[in-house]
């Protein structure tokens, strides 16, 4: 389902994936001690990531942490699941410049 919250946060970390030249997500993976599954996970949207699993990848990356906050809503952390939806306005990057 286009548009779901959790898929404009794959779509942003596959964005982020590809500038950081598209190591594999064994590589992330072991670089920040988490299994390639959690990672895949995280990247393809199929499971809402906790947001230090979030927090780890940006890192790895070479992204903002900070950008990739509000994408915070909609994964689980320690204040429980988000009841909004990301914007534009939250700062991350929208496939198609759509919202």
């Not at 970390?13 to 995280?42: C, K, N």
Request: aromatic share 6%; proline share 8%; net charge positive.
């Amino acid at each position: 389902m286009p548009g779901r919250p959790l898929d404009t946060l794959a779509a942003a970390l596959q964005r982020l994936r590809r500038q950081a030249g598209y190591p594999s997500t064994r590589t992330i993976g072991r670089a920040i001690s988490l299994s390639h599954t959690t990672v895949a996970q995280a990247l393809n949207g199929s499971r809402r990531p906790k947001w230090e699993v979030v927090e780890r990848i940006v890192c790895y990356l070479g992204g903002n942490v900070e950008q990739f906050r509000p994408c915070g809503c909609c994964t689980r952390n320690r204040e429980g699941p988000c009841l909004r939806r990301a914007t534009p306005a939250d700062g991350l990057v929208f496939p198609g410049g759509a919202g």
